[in-house]
């Protein structure tokens, strides 16, 4: 638990809403670099996790620590760490008031980040990389779902995010724009890029993951590296998910 | 016949032409848009403020709440309940005898009065309308490091605004047509120069209706223009 390269050390999480218990005492750590990929039945908590890391839900106890900061402090400065760490949603969650180009620049100029030239550079950069700078000036509701989704990596990448989180960010999508949205994500995480992805497509967790994590009952079940996982699973429950979903 | 005629073309006469009565009219309905345009702003302002104070209150979790947040929003429930459980006209005396009643600046009492009456049904209006806006805009502004104020700034409210237009454009109709009511504290509107004309003149008919045409007009218009706007800001959706 004292790693010292862990960016993210989560610490006897519990998450409950209301009576019911999503998050049961969870404590487990994310190294930098890491590419760890959350699967799980739904409703196991999966999702309430990756929320929590960020804040996005507030836990009932324990700690989350980023990069050395209890960010579940009250005096932590909650925006000055999220600014740090990219989220991307499952419906993309994308501006539908302003271009793309806004989209992508708007957080780095508000938070002081970077002049509007700037974020302007940066945005035509990373819009470049996946593919899609002619859509600059686009609004959101003219994009198809895998050119949004691909946006809103965008939009998190401009922040420079120290590690990016990555809730089911396929599963809003048709089938034939999946894999677009994979490759961008697997580019990010040949980059280096310390990731956390909610996700149900078992090919991308087999190629990408350093680890996968299995969540049931609010708990981390089991947990390995993707052949642990899928060649060897050891716990019932996973045996039983994955006769599912492979 | 020809006599009955002749006394409506003498009625129209006396109540719009003698003595360029209809200048008078034209005075009290100026009156009356600047009444309104006042108490339009002091409305959006106050109703923005109040809804979001409201909603912020309402979001933010249970036992999370902050004092200062808390009094705010008991401040600003007291506001709404007050303004819209009293009669419009009962405001307006309030605030013409008893508040100002040593003012002599009429304009700036009706504008603050239908301004602040407005603010409280503006605020319902814009609060319906932050609460349309799917909750994961927030939440995307929020995970991307930018503070509430400033997500409520840039994304919720520009599209809450988009989405309850046309209930602003009732409460705008509705605002001038309360306009006449500031007659009752002696201010010169449209109203009170068709009663000061039916006192000179002791014709009702003329001068009533012809107001009552005027305000019609004024609010045809506006409809119109709305609907213009409206049409507008709905295409940018659809780029």
Known sequence: ?246 | MAEFWAGVGEDFYQSFVEADRWKRYLDGLRVSFIVTLGALAIGIVLGILVAVVRTMHDQQKIGKVSGGLKILNVICEIYTTVIRGTPMMVQLLIMGFVIFASSRNLVGTAILALGINSGAYVSEIIRSGIMSIDPGQMEAGRSLGMGYTTVMKDIIIPQAVKNILPALGNELITLFKDTSLVTVIGLTDLTKVALQIQAKTYQAFMPLIGIALMYLVVVMILTWLLGILERRMRKSDRR
């Open chain 1, 1 to 246: 638990m004292t790693d010292a390269k862990a960016l993210i050390r989560v610490e006897h999480l519990v998450k409950k809403f209301g009576e019911n218990t999503v998050l049961n005492d969870i404590s487990d750590h994310i190294s930098e670099g890491e590419k760890v990929v959350i699967i799980g039945p739904s409703g196991s908590g999966k999702s309430t996790f990756l929320r929590c890391l960020n804040l996005l839900e507030i836990p009932t106890s324990g700690k989350i620590i980023f990069d050395g900061t209890d960010i579940t402090s009250e005096k932590t400065d909650i925006n000055q760490m999220r600014q740090q760490m990219g989220m991307v949603f499952q419906h993309f969650n994308l501006f539908p008031n302003k271009t793309v180009r806004k989209n992508i620049t708007l957080a780095p100029v508000r938070t002081g980040r970077m002049n509007q030239e700037e974020a302007n550079a940066e945005a035509e950069k990373l819009l470049d990389r996946v593919g899609l700078l002619d859509k600059a000036d686009a609004y959101p509701s003219s994009l198809s779902g895998g050119q949004k989704q691909r946006i809103a990596i965008v939009r998190a990448l401009a922040m420079h995010p120290k590690v990016m989180l990555f809730d089911e960010p396929t599963s809003a999508l048709d089938p034939e724009m999946v894999g677009e949205v994979l490759n961008v994500m697997k580019e990010l995480a040949d980059d280096g890029m310390t990731m956390a992805v909610v996700t149900h497509e078992m090919g991308f967790a087999r190629e990408v993951a350093d680890r996968v994590m299995f969540v049931a009952d609010g708990i981390i079940m089991e947990q390995g590296t993707p052949d642990d996982i899928f060649n060897h699973p050891k716990s019932g429950r996973l045996q039983e998910f994955l006769s599912k979903v492979l």
